[in-house]
């Protein structure tokens, strides 16, 4: 397949094109920088990659014949929300994923042929946060939250793929665990013996690890049958106290030392609801689906990873 892919330096994106390439697929990166996408992914070691330049904001001559030939498009851009949200980030945490999602429709309409698949990301915080309620796909999506809006133009802004005939599958992202992201940020405070929980430790942890990820995108890449919106994370998801207590048995250090909200807060403002509140999400559909877990346990998941 040829695959056009956005956010393809970041966390996941990078895991997925090494995949991608070692398959034999060719992908197109698209970049807002050109130098920056050709340092992640030099041609040498990268042969079947594409490294091209586009401007997600803002429509322009970048759009015409951009996905001409591809097979598929993954959209994972979007600017980090584990950050302070002040007023002007949360714009642009806004404007990276709806608009930008609505600049490569756009591109999509001017190709010639079109792509057959159109895999946008989106997130479980769509659902919003709860510490007694499960949700599945079906679930519906909470009012009055900044990140469950985000969610929710997100998709909205990738719908109309459809009209060209294009096969649209979303997933919404738990918590994606590998070497860098979440993990990385929290193996510092454990391996100086200083790790605990975060929060509360009742937040429940809805996780997946990056290479089930993977995965996913690929199968939903490749997988005809597969349309709509899927749960991208593991069918197991844990506790905040329970996650800790694992990495830490993991790391072979304690977990004792909690790490109060207002720690989080004054580091994230905003941002630190992802972390000090959750929600229990299942993947119903995506295990319907047939898609097999790697790693269906956190703590198969955490030995592999540290």
Same mark, same amino acid.
């Given at each position: 397949?040829k695959i056009a892919i956005?956010g393809a330096t970041?966390?996941?994106g990078?895991?997925?094109?090494?995949?991608?390439q070692r398959?034999?697929?060719?992908i197109v990166?698209?970049?807002?920088s050109v130098d920056h996408?050709?340092?992640v992914f030099p041609?040498v070691?990268?042969?079947?990659?594409e490294v091209?330049g586009?401007?997600p904001?803002?429509s322009?001559d970048?759009?015409t014949?951009?996905?001409?030939g591809?097979?598929?498009?993954?959209?994972? &851009?979007?600017?980090?929300i584990?950050? +302070?949200?002040s007023?002007?980030? %949360?714009? &642009?945490i806004m404007d990276?994923?709806k608009v930008?999602t609505? %600049?490569?429709v756009e591109a999509?309409?001017?190709?010639?042929p %079109?792509?057959t698949?159109?895999?946008n990301?989106?997130?479980?915080?769509?659902y919003?946060?709860s510490?007694?309620?499960a949700f599945?796909?079906?679930?519906?999506?909470?009012?009055?939250?900044f *990140?469950?809006?985000?969610c929710?133009?997100?998709?909205a802004?990738?719908?109309?793929?459809?009209?060209y005939g294009t096969r649209?599958?979303?997933l919404r992202?738990g918590? #994606?665990?590998?070497?860098?992201?979440?993990?990385?940020k929290?193996l510092?405070?454990?391996r100086m013996?200083?790790?605990g929980?975060?929060g509360s430790? +009742?937040?429940?942890?809805?996780w997946?690890?990056?290479?089930?990820?993977?995965?996913l995108?690929?199968?939903?890449l490749?997988?005809?049958?597969?349309?709509?919106?899927?749960n991208?994370?593991?069918p197991n998801?844990?506790r905040?106290a329970?996650?800790c %207590?694992?990495?830490?048995?993991?790391?072979?250090?304690p977990s004792?030392l909690? #790490?109060p909200d207002?720690? *989080?807060?004054a580091? *994230?403002g905003?941002g630190?609801?992802?972390?000090l509140e959750g929600?229990?999400v299942?993947?119903k559909?995506t295990?319907?689906?047939?898609?097999t877990?790697?790693?269906?346990?956190?703590k198969?998941?955490l030995?592999?990873?540290?």
């Amino acid at each position: 397949m040829k695959i056009a892919i956005t956010g393809a330096t970041g966390f996941v994106g990078s895991s997925l094109v090494e995949r991608l390439q070692r398959e034999g697929h060719s992908i197109v990166v698209l970049t807002r920088s050109v130098d920056h996408g050709r340092r992640v992914f030099p041609s040498v070691a990268f042969p079947n990659v594409e490294v091209v330049g586009y401007s997600p904001l803002a429509s322009g001559d970048w759009q015409t014949g951009l996905l001409s030939g591809c097979d598929g498009v993954v959209n994972l &851009a979007g600017a980090p929300i584990s950050e +302070r949200w002040s007023d002007e980030h %949360k714009q &642009a945490i806004m404007d990276s994923r709806k608009v930008g999602t609505e %600049k490569l429709v756009e591109a999509l309409g001017k190709a010639d042929p %079109k792509p057959t698949v159109w895999v946008n990301a989106s997130a479980i915080g769509y659902y919003g946060t709860s510490e007694t309620a499960a949700f599945d796909e079906t679930s519906a999506p909470i009012e009055n939250d900044f *990140l469950s809006q985000v969610c929710q133009a997100w998709e909205a802004a990738a719908q109309p793929v459809t009209d060209y005939g294009t096969r649209l599958v979303i997933l919404r992202f738990g918590i #994606v665990l590998g070497m860098g992201g979440a993990v990385a940020k929290m193996l510092t405070p454990f391996r100086m013996f200083a790790g605990g929980p975060i929060g509360s430790g +009742r937040q429940w942890f809805s996780w997946i690890h990056r290479d089930d990820l993977v995965n996913l995108i690929i199968k939903a890449l490749q997988d005809p049958q597969m349309t709509g919106i899927y749960n991208a994370t593991a069918p197991n998801p844990v506790r905040m106290a329970e996650f800790c %207590k694992t990495l830490g048995k993991v790391l072979n250090r304690p977990s004792w030392l909690p #790490v109060p909200d207002f720690v *989080l807060e004054a580091i *994230l403002g905003d941002g630190a609801q992802v972390v000090l509140e959750g929600q229990q999400v299942l993947p119903k559909r995506t295990e319907g689906s047939g898609f097999t877990y790697q790693y269906a346990q956190v703590k198969d998941a955490l030995d592999e990873i540290v």
